[in-house]
């Protein structure tokens, strides 16, 4: 994305949330929801208000993830595929660029739990050891979409629901050259709505979906505005929309942290999705010192391996649970050394994925994407 009056890519801070959002899923929501109840364990945060709000309420971030594709989709390919961009190719990127990490992580949990299974006749995952559902991972990136949220390889719902909200986007993108309304990209959010309050799920009509197609579009509109908003306001009423922003994000804030919040609050995820990270992508886009900060190579390298970090997790807690049960994990799993163990291995795994996985393979495959459609031209 090209730089705008000196300033750094708007989506430099995306690399920091992304990580941070990664970060707080697998070391505290999955330790909380899938690690410690497979060993009958509880949850050693229940004397930290912060750690325990963070171990149970982290689900909320893949909001934010949904949200952050939706903004780039808007900056980065809308205006690529108005000018005429196939949906070929567009999707093909997607795929090439999320199924081989998404491939692989499957094929290591279904192998993985047939191991525990033949151990001790348990599996770690929610899912079953059929062929049928690896198929499904393998192939679709999961079964939620389908109405089926129990799978071996529970992370990658979100690449599934993500390639949904992808394709919406595409034909919604291909209707707005002709139409050029915005609230083209507001009907997935009217439908994600119909779907968590119609209390019926079949197919793609399930919470899952819905959670995506409300975050995303928010997303997409969101990069739309932040797009244009410099030149079609003066610098005053800029100032003028980040201060309402602020406040905005503050009241929010304040609701959030009240103890009777949940009076408030009926649906937690649409409550981060339309009012908490809007506000914060807003106000980080204008944000000089964050976005230099971003642009540095530490915070990239955290970025680029986020969606590793996600991915490798339930192989990760999978290795780690096989060793407790064989009695060959030397560490407390409420200790701070295997919380060090557990950072530093999704750090290491995630980062080798990304230059072997992402880099390297994924480089070549979509190298030799572009070499078929560019024969296929000719």
Known sequence: MSEQKGRTEPAAYFSLMKFVGSFCIVVFLHYNDHFLPRLGMENPFAGNALLWDISHNSFVLVEMYFIISGALFAWVYKDRIIAGGRFDPFIGK???????????????????????????????????????????????GGKPVFGAANTLNGPIWYINVLMVCYVFAYILTRSYKRQRS??????????????????????IWNNSVARGLIAF??????????????????????????????????????????????????????????????????????????????STGLVRWMGNISFGMYLWNFPIYLGLHMLVVSGHMPLDVTSAPFFILVTVLHLVIASASYYLLDRKLVGKLTELLDRAQMTRGK
């Open 94 to 140: 997607r795929i090439l660029r999320i199924f081989p990490p998404a491939v692989i992580t499957s094929v290591v949990m279904y192998l993985g739990n047939a191991l525990l299974y033949k151990y001790n006749g348990t599996l770690w995952s929610c899912g079953t050891l059929d062929l049928m559902e690896l198929c499904f991972d393998v192939l679709f």
């Open 182 to 203: 915005v609230f083209l990209y507001a009907l997935p959010i009217l439908i994600g709505l119909m779907i968590q309050y119609s209390g019926v799920g079949f197919v």
């Open 217 to 294: 579009f928010i997303g997409v509109l969101l990069g739309m505005f932040l797009a244009v908003y410099r030149e079609r306001f003066t610098p005053r009423t800029c100032r003028l929309i980040r201060l309402a922003a602020g406040l905005e994000l503050a009241a929010a804030v304040f609701v959030r942290l009240c103890p009777w919040h949940g009076l408030l609050i009926k649906n937690i995820a649409n409550f981060y999705a339309f009012l908490v990270f809007p506000s914060v992508i807003f106000l980080c886009y204008d944000c000089h010192w964050l976005n230099r900060l971003c």
